[in-house]
């Protein structure tokens, strides 16, 4: 393991003003996205989707990384030029989802593992022969009433979050770990908070117990949020204020960064609630960044619609998300930006 490679990495990829764009749907996922939008999904209109988005002229200013899937990551531009190198060539650096899914866990009804740790090194071996300089793996957690998550839930994901990490250290590959507890359902921010605390104290045991080095690792969790059923609503200041209040208890300082994923949040709340970390973060020891999937693509597919005459909209639609993201890292982003 060379810590100083991961560590400049990490720190690349968290570096001011900058995030990741998370694009490393899965084939059935990213069909769901296009059957939205009346789009056949194709592995031909899979690679044009995504050249739409990595040519996007501009974006290097708010885009430090990008997480491939696997498909993605051998796939090339029109003009022959692979994905990874293209990304590279204009200072992005190209990641890799690596996880495969998560399956109901035995005996644990309403839990769910990820799975994909056979194999994973060779795998990994693989990814950064392509050009991979980063991983991602995701465990969910969903919340319901009853003993959901279990104890044993948590635990069983973190450990494989940890031996994950390990492997991708053990070859130079920075580890993103993504403990995500799911907004589906009616409970309240207190709930999200509980769940998420326990998911990342048994995440940072995990990763220490497996020699993880922090100051290599990146975490990418949820923000501590109200299900989307939740009767209560809640402000964006309490939502920045339970997210960093969470986070100051369980994240380590070692870490370099949090990229929070979006969730199923809307694009606009997404980065107000991103901004109102920034803009309160004080003297939080991590950079506050962002790792968005949905919430940096989904005006993008609404202006694209699969139809070669939207390109230039779709792609102004997607600047236009980096970089307000881009200023909501630095806690200057307003609402009012959204309609200039
Ligand atoms: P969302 O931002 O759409 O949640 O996606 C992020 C991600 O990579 C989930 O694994």
Same mark, same amino acid.
């Not at 009853?146 to 279990?150: E, G, M």
């Given at each position: 393991m060379n810590i100083d490679e991961l560590k400049s990495v990490a720190d690349a990829i968290v570096a001011k003003q900058k995030g990741i764009l $998370? $694009?490393? =749907?899965s084939s059935p996922t990213i069909k769901k996205r296009f059957d939205s939008i009346g789009a056949e999904s194709t592995e031909e209109t899979r690679r044009r989707y995504r050249e739409i988005l990595f040519t996007t002229e501009g974006i290097e200013r708010y885009i430090s990384g990008v997480i491939l899937y696997d498909e993605t990551l051998r796939q090339s531009s &029109?003009? &022959?030029?692979p994905f990874p190198k293209l990304l590279s060539n204009r200072g992005i650096l190209p990641g890799i989802k690596v996880d495969k899914g998560a399956k109901a866990l035995a005996l644990q009804p309403g839990n769910k593992i990820t799975e994909g740790l056979d194999g994973l090194r060779d795998r990994l071996a693989e990814y950064k022969e392509l050009g991979a300089r980063f991983a991602k793996w995701r465990a969910v957690m969903e919340i319901d009433e #009853? +003993?959901? @998550?279990?104890a044993y839930a948590i635990r069983a994901n973190c450990h494989a979050l940890a031996r994950y990490a390990a492997l991708c250290q053990e070859i130079d590959l920075v580890p993103i770990v993504e403990p995500e507890v799911l907004m589906d359902g009616g409970h309240d921010i207190n709930r999200c908070e509980a769940v998420t605390s326990q998911m990342l104290e048994s995440l940072f045991a995990e990763l220490d117990a497996h020699g993880v080095q922090f100051e290599g690792t990146l975490l990418k969790p949820n923000m501590v949020i109200p299900g989307l059923k939740c009767p209560q609503k809640v402000s964006v200041q309490q939502v920045a204020e339970a997210t960093v209040r969470c986070m100051q208890r #369980?994240? @380590? $300082? $070692?870490?370099p960064g949090i990229v929070f994923l979006s969730g199923g949040q809307s694009p606009e709340d997404a980065t107000d609630h991103l901004n109102a970390m920034n803009a309160m973060k004080g003297n939080c020891p991590w950079q506050l960044s962002f790792s968005y999937g949905r919430a940096l693509q989904a005006p993008v597919l609404s202006a694209w619609? &699969?139809? =070669?005459? +939207?390109v230039a909209e779709a792609q102004r639609a997607f600047f236009k998300r980096c970089q307000l993201n881009g200023l909501a890292r630095e806690g200057l982003y307003s609402r009012a930006m959204e309609d200039s």
């Open positions: $998370a $694009a490393d =749907e &029109g003009d &022959g030029v #009853y +003993n959901v @998550p279990s #369980y994240v @380590p $300082a $070692a870490v619609k &699969g139809q =070669e005459s +939207n």
